[in-house]
Protein backbone atom coordinates (compact mmCIF):
# COMPACT_ATOMS: atom_id res chain seq x y z
CA UNK A 1 0.00 0.00 0.00
CA UNK A 2 1.92 3.32 -1.39
CA UNK A 3 -1.03 5.89 -0.11
CA UNK A 4 0.51 7.58 -3.37
CA UNK A 5 -3.38 7.59 -4.82
CA UNK A 6 -6.42 7.00 -3.14
CA UNK A 7 -7.77 3.58 -2.47
CA UNK A 8 -10.83 1.96 -4.27
CA UNK A 9 -10.59 -1.22 -2.45
CA UNK A 10 -14.52 -1.43 -0.82
CA UNK A 11 -14.83 -1.68 2.66
CA UNK A 12 -17.44 -4.06 4.22
CA UNK A 13 -19.20 -0.86 5.30
CA UNK A 14 -20.09 -0.03 1.52
CA UNK A 15 -22.42 -3.19 1.65
CA UNK A 16 -25.48 -1.69 2.36
CA UNK A 17 -27.24 -4.74 3.31
CA UNK A 18 -24.70 -5.80 6.58
CA UNK A 19 -26.53 -6.06 9.66
CA UNK A 20 -26.85 -8.36 12.78
CA UNK A 21 -24.11 -7.83 15.76
CA UNK A 22 -21.48 -6.16 14.48
CA UNK A 23 -23.70 -3.50 13.27
CA UNK A 24 -24.02 -2.03 17.25
CA UNK A 25 -20.09 -3.18 17.89
CA UNK A 26 -18.86 -1.50 15.05
CA UNK A 27 -20.81 1.77 15.53
CA UNK A 28 -19.95 1.57 19.40
CA UNK A 29 -16.20 1.40 18.74
CA UNK A 30 -16.15 4.18 15.97
CA UNK A 31 -17.95 6.50 18.10
CA UNK A 32 -15.02 5.31 20.71
CA UNK A 33 -12.21 6.05 18.29
CA UNK A 34 -13.62 9.29 17.35
CA UNK A 35 -13.98 10.40 21.10
CA UNK A 36 -10.73 9.77 22.15
CA UNK A 37 -8.91 10.67 18.85
CA UNK A 38 -10.54 13.80 19.06
CA UNK A 39 -11.92 13.37 15.53
CA UNK A 40 -15.63 14.40 16.74
CA UNK A 41 -14.17 17.80 18.50
CA UNK A 42 -13.69 18.91 14.63
CA UNK A 43 -17.02 18.88 13.41
CA UNK A 44 -18.31 20.10 17.16
CA UNK A 45 -15.85 23.32 16.98
CA UNK A 46 -17.39 24.21 13.39
CA UNK A 47 -20.85 23.70 14.59
CA UNK A 48 -20.36 25.87 17.79
CA UNK A 49 -19.00 28.81 15.30
CA UNK A 50 -21.85 29.01 13.12
CA UNK A 51 -24.53 28.02 15.97
CA UNK A 52 -22.81 31.36 17.52
CA UNK A 53 -22.83 33.48 14.03
CA UNK A 54 -25.79 32.32 12.30
CA UNK A 55 -29.68 30.98 12.98
CA UNK A 56 -29.51 27.71 12.68
CA UNK A 57 -33.18 25.70 12.58
CA UNK A 58 -31.81 22.40 10.74
CA UNK A 59 -29.35 20.12 10.19
CA UNK A 60 -28.20 16.70 8.28
CA UNK A 61 -25.71 14.05 9.33
CA UNK A 62 -25.09 12.20 6.04
CA UNK A 63 -23.79 8.59 6.64
CA UNK A 64 -24.68 8.91 10.38
CA UNK A 65 -23.83 5.63 12.08
CA UNK A 66 -25.11 6.10 14.98
CA UNK A 67 -25.52 9.62 15.76
CA UNK A 68 -23.29 10.20 18.50
CA UNK A 69 -21.81 13.65 16.56
CA UNK A 70 -25.94 14.49 16.29
CA UNK A 71 -26.34 13.60 20.03
CA UNK A 72 -23.26 15.55 20.48
CA UNK A 73 -24.71 18.74 18.65
CA UNK A 74 -28.30 18.87 19.82
CA UNK A 75 -26.78 18.97 23.86
CA UNK A 76 -24.59 21.96 22.24
CA UNK A 77 -27.54 23.58 20.89
CA UNK A 78 -30.06 22.92 23.61
CA UNK A 79 -27.54 24.80 26.46
CA UNK A 80 -27.34 27.55 23.96
CA UNK A 81 -30.44 27.30 24.05
CA UNK A 82 -31.10 26.88 20.37
CA UNK A 83 -33.75 24.86 18.74
CA UNK A 84 -32.57 22.86 15.98
CA UNK A 85 -33.89 19.91 14.20
CA UNK A 86 -31.23 17.38 13.25
CA UNK A 87 -31.84 14.50 10.74
CA UNK A 88 -29.41 12.09 10.51
CA UNK A 89 -29.04 10.10 7.20
CA UNK A 90 -27.72 6.71 6.33
CA UNK A 91 -28.29 4.47 3.67
CA UNK A 92 -28.31 1.24 5.54
CA UNK A 93 -31.89 0.18 7.04
CA UNK A 94 -29.70 -1.68 9.51
CA UNK A 95 -27.63 1.06 10.79
CA UNK A 96 -30.97 3.40 10.57
CA UNK A 97 -33.12 1.14 13.17
CA UNK A 98 -29.21 1.19 15.42
CA UNK A 99 -29.92 5.24 15.27
CA UNK A 100 -33.33 5.77 15.69
CA UNK A 101 -33.35 3.28 19.26
CA UNK A 102 -30.07 5.58 19.74
CA UNK A 103 -31.40 8.56 20.44
CA UNK A 104 -34.92 7.69 21.38
CA UNK A 105 -34.26 10.04 23.99
CA UNK A 106 -33.84 13.22 21.87
CA UNK A 107 -37.10 14.43 20.02
CA UNK A 108 -35.41 17.02 17.93
CA UNK A 109 -33.42 13.75 16.24
CA UNK A 110 -34.79 11.43 13.88
CA UNK A 111 -32.58 9.23 11.48
CA UNK A 112 -34.00 8.04 8.17
CA UNK A 113 -32.88 5.82 4.83
CA UNK A 114 -31.46 7.88 2.40
CA UNK A 115 -29.28 7.65 -0.75
CA UNK A 116 -27.85 10.98 -1.11
CA UNK A 117 -27.11 10.24 -4.58
CA UNK A 118 -30.61 9.85 -5.01
CA UNK A 119 -32.96 12.44 -6.78
CA UNK A 120 -35.51 12.41 -3.65
CA UNK A 121 -32.32 13.65 -1.66
CA UNK A 122 -31.16 16.24 -3.87
CA UNK A 123 -34.46 18.11 -3.68
CA UNK A 124 -34.03 18.55 0.21
CA UNK A 125 -32.40 21.39 2.02
CA UNK A 126 -30.91 22.16 5.35
CA UNK A 127 -28.93 25.18 6.82
CA UNK A 128 -26.29 22.64 7.65
CA UNK A 129 -25.14 19.79 5.80
CA UNK A 130 -22.46 18.00 8.03
CA UNK A 131 -20.13 14.96 6.92
CA UNK A 132 -17.99 13.10 9.21
CA UNK A 133 -15.60 10.26 8.12
CA UNK A 134 -17.90 9.52 5.22
CA UNK A 135 -17.16 11.79 1.70
CA UNK A 136 -13.72 9.50 1.36
CA UNK A 137 -16.52 6.39 0.50
CA UNK A 138 -16.78 8.25 -2.96
CA UNK A 139 -14.88 8.64 -6.15
CA UNK A 140 -13.26 12.10 -7.21
CA UNK A 141 -16.19 12.41 -9.99
CA UNK A 142 -19.06 11.44 -7.64
CA UNK A 143 -17.96 14.28 -5.21
CA UNK A 144 -17.67 16.92 -7.36
CA UNK A 145 -21.45 15.99 -8.08
CA UNK A 146 -22.01 15.83 -4.18
CA UNK A 147 -20.59 19.29 -3.83
CA UNK A 148 -22.52 20.71 -6.41
CA UNK A 149 -25.64 19.66 -4.85
CA UNK A 150 -24.54 20.47 -1.46
CA UNK A 151 -24.08 23.94 -2.60
CA UNK A 152 -27.91 24.09 -3.56
CA UNK A 153 -29.12 22.29 -0.39
CA UNK A 154 -26.87 24.12 2.24
CA UNK A 155 -28.86 27.60 3.40
CA UNK A 156 -25.56 28.12 5.64
CA UNK A 157 -22.85 26.13 5.40
CA UNK A 158 -21.43 22.78 4.75
CA UNK A 159 -18.46 20.81 7.32
CA UNK A 160 -16.63 17.73 6.03
CA UNK A 161 -14.57 15.95 9.04
CA UNK A 162 -12.61 13.39 6.80
CA UNK A 163 -9.00 11.60 6.65
CA UNK A 164 -5.86 12.59 5.90
CA UNK A 165 -4.42 9.50 4.17
CA UNK A 166 -0.97 9.49 5.41
CA UNK A 167 1.54 6.39 5.90
CA UNK A 168 1.47 7.00 9.82
CA UNK A 169 -2.11 7.04 10.02
CA UNK A 170 -2.30 3.62 8.04
CA UNK A 171 -0.36 1.90 9.90
CA UNK A 172 -1.34 3.18 13.40
CA UNK A 173 -5.33 2.63 12.96
CA UNK A 174 -4.39 -0.81 10.95
CA UNK A 175 -2.12 -1.58 14.58
CA UNK A 176 -4.83 -0.04 17.60
CA UNK A 177 -7.70 -1.78 15.88
CA UNK A 178 -6.28 -5.35 15.07
CA UNK A 179 -5.11 -5.46 18.89
CA UNK A 180 -8.29 -3.59 20.75
CA UNK A 181 -11.25 -4.25 17.95
CA UNK A 182 -13.58 -7.04 18.50
CA UNK A 183 -15.27 -5.92 15.26
CA UNK A 184 -14.42 -7.49 12.33
CA UNK A 185 -15.29 -4.52 10.33
CA UNK A 186 -13.59 -1.86 11.93
CA UNK A 187 -10.47 -4.25 11.73
CA UNK A 188 -11.40 -4.45 7.64
CA UNK A 189 -12.25 -1.21 6.94
CA UNK A 190 -10.49 1.09 9.40
CA UNK A 191 -6.42 0.46 7.64
CA UNK A 192 -9.09 0.87 4.27
CA UNK A 193 -10.53 4.66 5.54
CA UNK A 194 -7.47 5.76 5.67
CA UNK A 195 -6.27 4.48 2.40
CA UNK A 196 -9.38 6.09 0.71
CA UNK A 197 -8.70 9.63 2.40
CA UNK A 198 -7.41 12.47 1.04
CA UNK A 199 -4.16 14.29 0.20
CA UNK A 200 -4.90 18.54 0.97
CA UNK A 201 -4.38 18.64 -3.21
CA UNK A 202 -7.10 16.28 -4.00
CA UNK A 203 -9.49 17.99 -1.50
CA UNK A 204 -8.70 21.52 -3.16
CA UNK A 205 -9.23 20.04 -6.87
CA UNK A 206 -12.39 18.27 -5.99
CA UNK A 207 -13.52 21.92 -4.65
CA UNK A 208 -12.66 23.26 -7.81
CA UNK A 209 -14.20 21.40 -9.90
CA UNK A 210 -17.44 22.09 -8.20
CA UNK A 211 -16.85 25.68 -8.51
CA UNK A 212 -16.86 26.14 -4.56
CA UNK A 213 -14.01 28.90 -3.95
CA UNK A 214 -15.67 29.91 -0.35
CA UNK A 215 -13.89 27.73 2.10
CA UNK A 216 -11.71 26.96 5.09
CA UNK A 217 -9.47 24.00 5.22
CA UNK A 218 -7.26 22.95 7.86
CA UNK A 219 -5.38 20.06 9.04
CA UNK A 220 -6.32 18.80 12.36
CA UNK A 221 -5.03 15.97 14.89
CA UNK A 222 -5.51 12.99 14.87
CA UNK A 223 -4.43 13.08 10.79
CA UNK A 224 -8.27 14.89 9.58
CA UNK A 225 -9.13 17.72 7.20
CA UNK A 226 -11.65 20.54 8.56
CA UNK A 227 -13.55 21.58 5.74
CA UNK A 228 -16.35 24.50 6.29
CA UNK A 229 -18.11 25.36 2.87
CA UNK A 230 -19.96 28.82 3.94
CA UNK A 231 -22.98 30.41 1.78
CA UNK A 232 -23.50 33.46 4.04
CA UNK A 233 -20.93 36.09 5.17
CA UNK A 234 -18.12 35.30 2.42
CA UNK A 235 -15.10 35.29 3.38
CA UNK A 236 -11.46 34.88 1.72
CA UNK A 237 -10.04 30.88 1.26
CA UNK A 238 -7.94 30.23 3.84
CA UNK A 239 -5.33 26.94 3.72
CA UNK A 240 -3.73 26.11 6.97
CA UNK A 241 -1.46 22.98 7.53
Given at each position: ??L ?12 L ?8 Q ?41 A??L ?144 Y ?26
Amino acid sequence: MTLKHRSEEAEIMDDLNISGEVIGQTLRELDIINRRLGGNQISLSAFRKLLKSHKIRSVADLGCGGADILMAMARIAKQKKHEVEFTGIDANQHIVEYANQHTRKWANISVIQENILSDAFRQQQFDIIHCCLFLHHFTEKQLVSIFKNFREQARVAIIVNDLHRHYLAYHSIRLLTRLFSKSYMVRNDAAISVARGFKKSELISILEQAGITNYQLSWRWAFRWQLVIKKINPVPNQHRV
